[in-house]
């Protein structure tokens, strides 16, 4: 019999509430024959589920944050303190196409076109000749949905902290959803048409570290549909001083340290027609609030389509 544990019960419950046809998680562990991921999708109600060896935990055999000492968790090419730790997994009410998948995952960062490296002691000729760009994966999942094919982009982009005046991680995130951006311009095989972009960004582009200016030039991209989903628990948890709408937030963090933002997002093409939008945190007076609280501090976040 399996243990019980606070946070996955409540993210079943959430899921359960929500009822979402596809569904991205994030941080979740890697088992290679995918047992895990097939059990919590029956738990909520997926009959399909699909993931990928993540970058995370993987070793480079490299001593990335120069300590001394290689093989711990920064020395991996996502932070990860064992193969498979913190990656990702798709959900599904409907099969997907693993014929189909084109996987990114194994781009070198300093293979992508425009990309800024970090420059001083930290960054080397060996390092870059081995340091992928995506921190987790970057997926091009196709799901096979009433009236066709759906292109899932799914990703989870390092935060754009934990590092020094070399900024890596900032410029690693950046260069994250950049991918994306030359994606939809076919630089990696044809561009995707009728898709949804989901992930964690790990970036606002108002609020909190990062070149948020990137997280700008992704929601402004016409080929893309911000549905502005909003809630009135990020409302009511609003910092001070905070520059964007605190009610389009979706992780609920420290005043300050580093607060509240909006750093996960469901992006659908243009193509579609939004119908629906939300996030699912409460109002503190709301029953559901102590639920979305145990979950974690990301918010799951949902997107109704209709083409």
């Known amino acids: 019999m399996g243990r019980e544990d606070a946070q996955i019960e409540a993210t079943v419950a959430i899921v359960e509430q929500v009822a979402p046809d596809v569904l991205l998680l994030t941080d979740v562990d890697y088992d290679l024959d995918g047992e895990a991921l097939r059990n919590l999708?029956?738990?909520?109600?997926?009959?399909?589920?699909?993931?990928?060896?993540?970058?995370?935990?993987m070793a480079t055999g490299l001593d990335l944050d120069g300590n001394g000492r290689i093989g711990e968790a920064r020395d991996a090419q996502g932070w990860g303190k064992f193969s498979g730790d913190s990656g990702m997994g798709l959900l599904s009410r409907w099969p997907f196409d693993p014929d189909a998948v084109?996987?990114?995952?194994?781009?070198?960062?300093?293979?992508?076109?425009?990309?800024?490296?970090?420059k001083g002691p930290l960054w080397t000729d060996d390092i870059a000749a081995v340091q992928r760009l995506s921190t987790t994966g970057h997926w091009i999942v196709p799901v096979l949905a009433p009236g066709g094919p759906v292109d899932i982009l799914a990703?989870?982009?390092?935060?754009?902290?934990?590092?020094?005046?070399?900024?890596?991680?900032?410029?690693r995130n950046r260069d994250e959803l950049r991918l994306w951006t030359q994606v939809l311009d076919g630089a990696f095989g044809p561009a995707p048409q009728d898709f949804v972009l989901l992930g964690n960004t790990n970036l606002d582009p108002f609020d909190g570290d990062g070149l948020r200016q990137a997280m700008r030039d992704v929601l402004a991209d016409p080929r893309l549909t911000d549905p502005l989903p909003v809630s009135a628990g990020g409302m009511a948890a609003?910092?001070?001083?905070?520059?964007?709408?605190?009610?389009?937030?979706?992780?609920?963090?420290?005043?300050?340290?580093p607060g509240n933002l909006r750093v996960d997002?469901?992006?659908?093409?243009?193509?579609?027609?939004?119908?629906?939008?939300?996030?699912?945190?409460?109002?503190?007076?709301?029953?559901?609030?102590?639920?979305?609280?145990?979950?974690?501090?990301?918010?799951?976040v949902w997107v109704d389509l209709h083409r």
């Open 238 to 257: 609003a910092d001070p001083g905070q520059t964007g709408d605190p009610a389009l937030d979706t992780a609920d963090w420290p005043d300050g340290a």
């Open 155 to 171: 990703f989870s982009a390092t935060p754009p902290v934990f590092d020094g005046p070399e900024d890596r991680n900032g410029l």
């Open 102 to 118: 084109r996987d990114l995952s194994d781009l070198l960062w300093r293979d992508l076109s425009g990309a800024v490296l970090p």
């Open 41 to 57: 999708a029956g738990r909520m109600g997926f009959e399909h589920s699909f993931a990928l060896a993540p970058n995370s935990g």
């Open 265 to 300: 997002y469901v992006l659908p093409a243009a193509t579609w027609t939004v119908t629906g939008a939300g996030v699912f945190w409460p109002a503190p007076d709301d029953p559901d609030a102590a639920l979305a609280q145990a979950a974690g501090p990301h918010r799951l």
